[in-house]
């Protein structure tokens, strides 16, 4: 409860003849030129004020901003609630059940460990694709997702009977950011507080990066480390500079060939090559008002592929009609109107507002896009989309097989070119077929690598297999599943698709995910569901899926084929993540595509395709069928959207989103205030950061001796350091599984065995597409891809980085990582710095870092460091096979943060390399962090001081 009110801003606003406590913005200074999201913190801090953590002097930084300057002044947000997934939230309440020990250990309270904002997890990333292209697909993966995690979804079950404020939303429901912007966001939120009802803005932190999608519901929000929000459950303020804020003016209106997801693919490249690391983006101007609540999501839900920390839209019309839609009560629709307009934050186009820096986009501009095969900022106009895979393949396919340019001679026997059979619908999936080519030719592939593989099926499908094929292709994703402009638009294309006789190819593995049940019942309502069916589109499971890497192994024969011929296969998806690795194991690149393009590549079969001038095949007249064609018409669309969708969709399906299905219902739930662990669990774990820590923090002290276990290049990003995905038997966690009764068909994903430390661990810097220069190639300076470094307790031989981590710890020996530019970029992965930490980690060393990985790498007590400007490790001549040594850092013990530490590399010939690092730890809250040894540490001690 705030004790201090300087500036008299306490009020009362009446809605309705219901009465709210507020805090009024028009009693600070420069209040109104203020950007939307800025007044959102200024709030935050009139509320919170108590002298102490936030001052008179904060809320008067924060009102008379310097929009042109760099950020310098630190405040501490307090955010109203906190959202989970499981994946991030399973650690959590690991780490929440641990130190209500660790307080009893300590002599305080263990109920004093509680949430003390609201929380609510969503268990959306645990469902993968097992079975898929049939209409019991989503039955099987809901059977198989509790046979596989039954052990973690008892453990939550418990947590939400033991915690207070902490509600969980059962598997199958929906994704957690759709979720959270049809039901969870209040965009006003109330609470009782000493015998008043308050009004005040829903602010959220969520333990995912996208939880940015609720910025575009006006909701103020970002995703933090599973760490940083244990702590804001537990009322801790999160550190924060005062930001620049980008002001991105939209204007004109989408051009019916394109999609949200195009202009969405449009302005993470603009905000990418712009720069926005670490700012927030506003958007303003005439055209906001043209841009539906879903479009708003969707580009909110991209801010951190932009790189910003938030991507808002104000408060106005749309908001409140999508709230409408969606179920909200009338009295929470008068209460969020009346609310942002006393405030001076509803929409006004004609405001002038400061804002540190501008860019514009014209919507009319926007073209059909696609982003790979790596990156989400790297776009590709469709038009371009064929020449770009050419030319990007010759780095994912080798040169020298002696089949380039040329069909494979198996085939060509098989096949002449001459009397190949064409490319008419439905043929390639006709059993009695015999082998063909993608192309649906025998021709030779001029112009990039070609390796033509015959691949014969089970079922009778035969057909050859060529670098470039589409394997995978899924509309999943928050992302698009939230809007049903685009879903819609894949319905009416899947159905054009239909009749006129065109298949997917039979090579491709096809899945739906909404994010919610609405989007079934909506795809019900206008009959486009069978379409989608008839194409291979069943709905699998609610859940993210493909996004996320649960995209599921591919067919058997498939796989085979693809690792023995060593074959540069694709995915195409509707989400929001491609980095390397991530999609599947057995796919190198990867594409981000609007839900309807998902469709027509799994039409095509082939990245290697020109939409523009190529047929995907022929109708019943043989008269050859192109996407333009078949594209949906997007008045005809917007007729569907207001025939097919309904409120009461939302109330139905979200009324009991709490409850679960019979499944969720018959879990056996554990009781207690504290949780009974089980020694022989592989997927629960009591965490061991608490193990022998005492009331008063040791002394920070300098690191000596320090070996490098690894140095890593540039854009390495949390999916690279963080486990994720499935592992194979002979990997440091298939090894300790197996030693502990595991049976392989049983190990299920990293992801799902968060809540054990032991398999984190050893599966962190295990990404199979991760390279360690520690092990480059003399000749051709590329790293060995996979989980391994040197370990120099053994004269430097090779060794599994978890193995080599233990024999260091063994001998006593600090270690250290080196890395590039963007160093943590991705998913806000907290296990890719518990898992640093937990490896015996003491400092990363790189160009830059992202936010919020450099923030959780202080969170677990290791200290950030980047080179100096201008400066690398190669332009250091650093090999990575030196001794490390850092100092200057002791001086935190004295209330201090240096600015720079000496850093002394010395080489296997004695000589040294010295130079000043930069000390990025940004904020006096970091460094009490750093002090304590990490922030569960530091609010730990604060409770049990403070009882």
């Known amino acids: 409860m705030s004790t201090v009110d300087s500036f008299g801003a306490k009020g009362v606003l009446n809605v309705d003849g219901a009465d709210y406590e507020i805090f009024r913005l028009n009693t600070v200074e420069g209040y109104d030129s203020l950007p939307y999201s800025l007044k959102v913190l200024l709030e935050n801090l009139l509320r919170t004020e108590d002298g102490a953590n936030v001052t008179a002097e904060h809320i008067k930084a924060l009102g008379q901003w310097d929009e042109t300057a760099q950020p310098s002044k630190e405040i501490q947000f307090t955010p109203g609630r906190v959202l989970m997934q499981d994946f991030t939230g399973v650690p959590c309440v690991v780490d929440l059940a641990t130190m209500r020990e660790a307080v009893t250990d300590l002599g305080g309270d263990p109920k004093k460990i509680n949430p003390l904002a609201p929380a609510e997890m969503v268990i959306d990333h645990s469902v993968q694709i097992d079975s898929f292209g049939n209409s019991d697909a989503i039955e099987r993966n809901m059977d198989i997702e509790y046979k596989r995690n039954g052990e973690r979804y008892k453990f939550l079950r418990w947590g939400q009977t033991a915690f207070d404020d ?101 302005i993470t490249q603009m905000l990418r090559e712009h720069g926005v690391v670490g700012k927030f983006v506003e958007f303003y101007g005439e055209g906001v008002t043209e841009v539906p609540l879903a479009n708003r999501a969707t580009i909110g839900n991209m801010s951190p592929e932009f790189g910003s920390t938030a991507a808002m839209f104000p408060i106005d019309d749309v908001t409140i009609d999508y709230l409408r839609l969606t179920g909200r ?47 989400p900022q790297d776009r590709i106009e469709l038009t371009d989309a064929k020449e770009q895979f050419r030319k990007d393949i010759h780095n994912y396919a080798q040169e020298d097989d002696g089949r380039n340019g040329h069909v494979d001679e198996s085939v060509e026997e098989t096949f002449p070119a001459s009397d190949a059979p064409s490319a008419a619908a439905g043929e390639a999936q006709d059993p009695a077929d015999k082998p063909r080519n993608m192309d649906g030719s025998g021709a030779p592939v001029v112009g990039r690598p070609s390796k033509q593989v015959p691949v014969q099926m089970p079922d009778g499908r035969e057909f050859n297999l060529d670098h470039g094929a589409v394997s995978i292709a899924s509309i999943t994703s928050c992302t698009n599943t939230s809007n049903p402009n685009v879903m819609l638009a894949a319905g009416v294309l899947a159905r054009n698709a239909v009749e006129k006789g065109l298949v997917q190819k039979p090579w491709v593995k096809t899945s739906i995910a909404p994010g919610s049940k609405v989007v079934t019942d909506y795809y019900e309502k206008s009959g486009l569901i069978e379409y989608l069916e008839k194409i291979g589109f069943f709905v699998v499971g609610y859940g993210c899926t493909t996004c996320i890497g649960n995209s599921g192994p591919l067919e058997e024969e498939i796989s085979q084929k693809i690792q023995e011929e060593d074959l540069a296969v694709t995915s195409v998806l509707s989400g929001n993540r491609n980095f390397e690795g991530r999609i599947n194991p057995d796919v190198k690149m990867n594409y981000l595509a609007s839900p309807p393009l ?121 999916d690279h350091i963080s486990p994720a995905g499935s592992f194979k038997s002979d990997t440091p966690a298939g090894r300790y599984l197996l030693e502990n009764g595991v049976e392989r068909k049983d190990f299920n994903s990293y992801g799902s065995r968060r809540g054990n430390h032991e398999v984190m661990i050893r599966g962190t810097f295990a990404n199979i597409r991760i390279k360690n220069e520690l092990l480059a190639d003399e000749n051709d300076g590329a790293g060995v891809e996979g989980g391994f470094t040197r370990d120099f307790t053994k004269g430097g031989e090779q060794a599994y980085v978890y193995d080599a981590a233990q024999n260091y710890q063994a001998e006593g020996t600090p270690l250290v990582v080196l ?54 490790a190669d332009t250091l001549g650093l090999s990575g096979f030196e001794t490390f040594s850092i100092s200057g850092i002791t001086v935190l013990n004295e209330g201090t943060t240096p600015k720079t530490v000496k850093v002394t590399a010395t080489k296997e010939d004695g000589s040294t390399v010295e130079f000043d690092a930069d000390v990025r730890i940004d904020t006096p809250g970091e460094a009490d962090y750093y002090r304590n040894g990490g922030i569960l540490q530091y609010v730990l001690r604060q409770l049990v001081d403070n009882q």
């Open 166 to 266: 902490f509600k969980v939303v059962p598997p199958g429901m929906g994704i957690v950011h759709q979720v959270n912007i049809e039901s969870l966001a209040r965009v006003v939120m109330t609470r009782n507080v000493g015998g008043a009802l308050r009004a005040y803005p829903d602010t959220c932190v969520g333990t995912d990066s996208h939880t940015t999608m609720e910025n575009g519901l006006g909701v103020l929000g970002w995703g933090v480390g599973g760490i940083e929000a244990e702590a804001a459950m537990l009322g801790q303020p999160i550190s924060m500079l005062i930001p620049r804020v980008v002001g991105f003016k939209l204007s004109g209106e989408i051009p019916a060939g394109a999609t949200a997801t195009d202009v969405v693919l449009t």
């Open 598 to 718: 998902v469709v027509a590549y799994a039409l095509a079969g082939t990245m290697d395709f020109d939409f523009q001038n190529e047929p995907l095949g022929q109708d019943a007249e043989g008269n050859a069928v192109f996407l333009q064609d078949i594209w949906p018409d997007p008045s005809e669309v917007q007729q569907i959207i207001d025939e097919s969708i309904d409120t009461g969709m939302f109330t139905s399906k979200y009324g009991t989103i709490f409850e679960g299905d019979h499944r969720w219902q018959e879990l056996e739930t554990p009781e207690g205030s504290t949780f009974a662990w089980d020694q022989d669990s592989t997927y629960v774990r009591k965490a061991p950061y608490f193990e022998g820590m005492e009331l008063e923090p040791q002394p920070v002290e300098d690191i000596e001796g320090a070996r490098v276990l690894l140095k890593l290049g540039d854009s390495v990003t949390t």
């Open 329 to 375: 009560t009338e009295e929470q629709l008068a209460l969020v109107e009346a609310y942002a307009k006393e405030q001076g934050m509803w929409h006004d186009p004609s405001r002038e507002l400061r804002f540190s820096e501008h860019l514009e986009l014209d919507l009319s501009t926007v073209v059909p896009s696609i982003s790979g095969p790596k990156r």
């Open 819 to 872: 890395g590039g530019k963007e160093y943590g970029s991705g998913s806000s992965r907290d296990w890719a710095a518990k898992g640093t930490r937990l490896l015996g980690v003491k400092a990363v060393i790189t160009q830059s870092f992202e936010r919020i990985h450099r923030s959780n790498l202080i969170g677990m007590g290791v200290l950030p460091l980047q080179f100096p400007e201008g400066e690398s």
